[in-house]
């Protein structure tokens, strides 16, 4: 049958911005995983979901069809998809509020009114835009180097982007800078921040941030990212402060620290007034029923216990590799902080003995040589500001950082080896010295 002619054309039809559009990419975009891959590029939890599950991966005492033996307190409810999802979730506000009521920057109390909950982070980021800003005229504000899904996301809803980028070294805010874009323009509606930064894993101060909240003539929105903040020091969130300030979002969410990045749940702590329009503008239900029964679930005291195990064992592979890595010929400085489960790494275009220096090219070529001979999946950001030759590292379970170390040292020396750039039999020598010397051995 021939085909039918249509007048149709989609560069005609579809929004000029969407066919503009650069989608988010991450490593896997490139390096499908088999199930043999070390996956250590999208900062997901290695040691797996902060619930207490059983040897075998299963919910003691839970049956088919969601029900419960008497010592189980986790019930996902099979018999009950037929029925949509409550649309306001307060039992899980609130335990989000429980969660982060710490007292540490205001003696008032979070409630279920100030909050939204939405699919992960990107929700909330998507849904700000069009609460606060009106397509083809406004503005946001990022700092880059940042999370690449403001700028998507900004896009997708034609909004335009100042960027004003963070100070090296460092990573810290030019407070001063964005103070002043925000006096000369009042189409700068949102500022997205991100704390602890990705890439950077700096964490920003409150010193950094209340300038910009107490700016005299703005009126717009600070939106604070802290996706990564349970890998901060005790009491660095900020989410209760949203109580004294009333143009402050902080967005949480459950993939990071609490492993449950397949469940897609996120946190918009804010005004009631802000959570009221949030709230209003999404999806009736928008977070399904077995998101939010294992989320509830993972809030409760003992779940939040393995959660804190979890995050344990991270924060000492995460020192290790700062021990470790660095002994490795061609790995430069660590930039930003160790605020969060990743780090952010130079590798140098020969060894540091031979007058290394940051390079693009090695970083891509050690960022193709791990994925596609070793099966080690990391990040490449050399193309982001301040971040010449720098890999992201997430820091995965023990085993995991055993082998990444071994397999980084290799593919690094087989690139000098073939630029000539490897190297002294005398420095070898050395370096396999202190190596053997040490107590945490790197292959």
Same mark, same amino acid.
């Given at each position: ?7 149709? @054309? ?18 896997? @975009? ?46 996902? @409810? ?6 949509? &999802? ?7 506000? !609130? ?29 909330? #980021? ?6 606060? +800003?009106?397509?083809? $005229? ?39 800078? #964005? ?5 000369? @323009? ?21 010193? !950094? ?8 003539? %703005? ?16 009491? /660095?969130?900020? /989410?209760? %402060?949203?109580?004294? %300030? ?17 469940? $897609? ?6 005004? &009631?007034?802000?959570? $009221? ?6 999806? &009736? ?29 991270? #924060? ?33 275009? /020969? ?16 960022? !193709? ?17 301040? +971040? ?56």
């Amino acid at each position: 049958m021939a085909q039918r002619k249509s007048p149709f @054309d989609l560069s005609k039809c579809a929004r000029p911005n969407i066919l503009a559009l650069e989608p988010y990419r991450c490593a896997r @975009d490139d390096y499908k995983d088999d199930g043999t891959n070390i996956l250590l590029d999208a900062n997901e939890n290695a040691y797996g979901p902060a619930l207490a599950l059983d040897g075998r991966g299963k919910l003691p005492g839970s049956a088919v069809n969601g029900t419960l033996s008497a010592e189980a307190d986790l019930d996902v @409810d099979l018999l009950g998809l037929n029925r949509y &999802p409550d649309p306001h979730q307060v039992d899980l506000k !609130e335990l989000l509020c429980k969660l982060r009521n710490t007292h540490t920057h205001t003696t008032k109390t979070l409630t279920s009114d100030n909050l939204f909950v939405g699919v992960g982070s990107d929700e909330a #980021i998507d849904a700000l835009l069009r609460c606060f +800003c009106v397509p083809g $005229r406004d503005k946001i504000l990022t700092c880059p180097p940042t999370y690449g899904m403001y700028s998507v996301s900004a896009q997708v809803n034609d909004i335009s982007l100042v960027k004003i980028p963070l100070l090296t070294p460092g990573f810290s805010l030019d407070v001063s800078s #964005i103070t002043t874009a925000l006096a000369a @323009d009042p189409h700068i509606k949102l500022i997205y921040l991100c704390s602890p930064g990705n890439p950077t894993g700096s964490l920003l101060s409150k010193s !950094e941030i209340k300038p910009i909240l107490e700016h005299p003539t %703005w009126n717009g929105v600070v939106v604070l990212d802290e996706a990564y903040i349970d890998f901060a020091p005790e009491g /660095a969130s900020l /989410a209760e %402060w949203v109580i004294e %300030w009333p143009n402050l979002v902080v967005m949480q969410t459950l993939s990071k620290a609490f492993g449950l990045a397949g469940i $897609r749940l996120g946190a918009a702590f804010t005004s &009631p007034q802000i959570a $009221r329009l949030l709230n209003s503008l999404k999806a &009736p239900y928008n977070i399904s029923n077995p998101t939010s029964q294992l989320a509830r679930a993972a809030l409760t005291p003992q779940h939040l216990g393995v959660m804190r195990e979890k995050r344990e064992k991270i #924060i000492v592979q995460r020192d290790r590799l700062q021990r470790e890595l660095p002994r490795i010929p061609g790995i430069g400085k660590f930039l930003g902080g160790s605020d969060s489960n990743f780090l952010l790494v130079e590798i140098l275009d /020969a060894p540091l003995e031979k007058g290394g220096k940051p390079s693009n090219e090695t970083a891509l070529a050690v960022y !193709e040589g791990l994925a596609e001979e070793k099966g080690v999946v990391v990040r490449f950001r050399g193309k982001e500001v301040g +971040c010449l030759g720098c890999l992201r590292i997430t820091v995965g379970t023990e085993k995991e950082v055993d082998r990444f170390l071994v397999e980084i040292k290799a593919v690094l020396g087989n690139i000098y080896s073939k630029t000539g750039k490897g190297l002294t039999s005398a420095s070898s020598e050395n370096e396999e010295a202190r190596e053997r010397s040490a107590n945490d051995v790197v292959a």
